[in-house]
């Protein structure tokens, strides 16, 4: 079932759990190696695999992120699959239909994945929202499962954007090369900029995954920065409390 939705500037922001479990051990490694420099115990890390739902007064739905997709997807390397994104929608009350704006944080298998399925864009009156960068840069499965089927739905976007009303994007580059933040009112919702809460308390810590780890460190301490600044909501992708309050200087 849904996580309890929060009402942010007027919107129903609900976080729907598309998976829970660890890396598969194509690419698991120890705590140690995936954030050198963290402090952290070799222990299983349990991730969380979140997409957010948003609706306005108006009825607009706006969905961000899209999971893991079915058990044939590209994150069936690695990833629990399938992702139960469909049946969250449902519980929500949310049909695929319904949905007119879908926002890819970025083309990882697991933020995406669910994009599609049967080879078609399972939001089909959907637009899909995407940074140019990370259009440019995509390749293998990513491109020929996910892009290439979605490319007539497709609004590409170069820098900060409004994208829907209220509700706009700003380009986080470094865990890759068009990562983006979503922003509505006073919540981030941040995809992949923060993966481990230890990256909260150092941003310097660096993750093994990130296509560039020095230009993802200086992005999160840079975007961090400005969040806490603002005492800022997170909603975060990955850790097990979907919603974080960074509510202190």
């Avoid at 222990?43 to 899209?66: Q, S």
């Avoid at 020929?144 to 409004?162: A, E």
């Avoid at 990256?199 to 993750?207: F, G, K, N, T």
Wanted: proline residues 9%; hydrophobic residues 45%; aromatic residues 4%.
């Amino acid at each position: 079932m849904p996580h309890k939705p929060r009402t942010i500037s007027g919107v129903e922001v609900t976080p729907l759990c598309d998976a829970v479990g660890p890396m598969g051990p194509a690419i698991r490694r120890p705590l140690t190696e995936m954030f050198p420099g963290g402090g952290l115990a070799d222990e299983p890390w349990i991730l969380h695999f979140h997409c957010y739902l948003l609706r306005d007064r108006a009825g607009r739905v706006t969905l961000v992120d899209t999971g893991i997709g079915a058990a044939d997807s590209p994150a069936s390397t690695w990833a629990p699959v399938p992702g139960t994104l469909p049946g969250e929608l449902a519980a929500a009350g949310v049909e695929p239909a319904d949905v007119g704006t879908v926002i890819l944080t970025h083309l990882h298998s697991d933020h995406a994945s669910g994009a599609v399925a049967d080879g078609r864009p399972l939001f089909e009156n959907a637009r899909y929202v995407l940074q140019q960068a990370e259009v440019d840069a995509a390749h293998g499965a990513m491109l020929d499962q996910i892009v290439t089927p979605i490319k007539g739905q497709l609004q590409v976007v170069d820098g900060d954007s409004q994208v829907a009303p209220g509700v706009r994007v700003q380009l986080t580059p470094g865990h890759t090369p068009g990562h983006q933040v979503v922003r509505l009112g006073e919540l981030a919702m941040t995809g992949d900029l923060v993966l481990h809460p230890a990256q909260l308390a150092d941003p310097s810590v660096r993750y093994v995954y990130d296509d560039d780890p020095a230009a993802a460190a200086a992005t999160r301490a840079e975007v961090l920065g400005a969040l806490r600044a603002e005492r800022a909501v997170l909603a975060t992708a990955h850790f097990s409390d979907p919603f974080l309050d960074l509510s202190f200087p």
